[in-house]
């Protein structure tokens, strides 16, 4: 079993019931995934203990659990990451601006994909740290929210 934290969420994953899968590489960090009739292209980067994850429109930082437990977490703060080393296309907002959760803030071209920064709640952008042309690398905060 692997153990994976996603936020507060813990999964344990059988890496024998991905049996039926197929994962294949075509580039670094773009893979192909099958299951039987059904194919999906996903991106994927490990950075030291954490996975960055660009499924279905949706981008996921995955940190692989220890054997000792749960690790430590960050706490948690108003900002919003790079989810993975890339290069900001647009900055939709302002600082001031009100946004509603879900809604995009800034996008971040990553691996040939377009990445939306969104809004995990309803807020006011506090401070937007990058714009448009500028590498970011994962982890950097690019947004604050108040």
């Given at each position: 079993?692997?153990?994976?934290?996603?936020?507060?969420?813990?999964?344990?994953?059988?890496?024998?019931?991905?049996?039926?899968?197929?994962?294949?590489?075509?580039?670094?960090?773009?893979?192909?995934?099958?299951?039987?009739?059904?194919?999906?292209?996903?991106?994927?980067?490990?950075?030291?203990?954490?996975?960055?994850?660009?499924?279905?429109?949706?981008?996921?930082?995955?940190?692989?659990?220890?054997?000792?437990?749960?690790r430590a977490h960050r706490p948690a703060?108003?900002?919003?990451?790079?989810?993975?080393?890339?290069?900001?296309?647009?900055?939709?907002?302002?600082?001031?601006?009100?946004?509603?959760?879900?809604?995009?803030?800034?996008?971040?071209?990553?691996?040939?994909?377009?990445?939306?920064?969104?809004?995990?709640?309803?807020?006011?952008?506090?401070?937007?740290?990058?714009?448009?042309?500028?590498?970011?690398?994962?982890?950097?905060?690019?947004?604050?929210?108040?």
């Amino acid at each position: 079993m692997i153990r994976l934290l996603w936020g507060e969420t813990e999964l344990e994953v059988d890496p024998r019931a991905a049996a039926s899968l197929e994962v294949r590489q075509l580039d670094p960090g773009t893979f192909v995934l099958r299951r039987g009739d059904s194919v999906e292209t996903f991106h994927c980067l490990r950075e030291g203990d954490s996975i960055h994850l660009h499924w279905r429109g949706a981008t996921y930082r995955l940190e692989e659990a220890g054997e000792g437990g749960r690790r430590a977490h960050r706490p948690a703060s108003a900002g919003l990451e790079a989810p993975m080393p890339g290069k900001v296309i647009a900055v939709k907002k302002g600082v001031g601006d009100r946004v509603a959760k879900g809604e995009e803030i800034l996008i971040v071209e990553a691996m040939k994909m377009e990445n939306a920064i969104r809004a995990p709640r309803d807020a006011r952008v506090k401070q937007i740290a990058a714009k448009v042309g500028d590498m970011v690398a994962p982890g950097a905060v690019l947004v604050e929210l108040e």
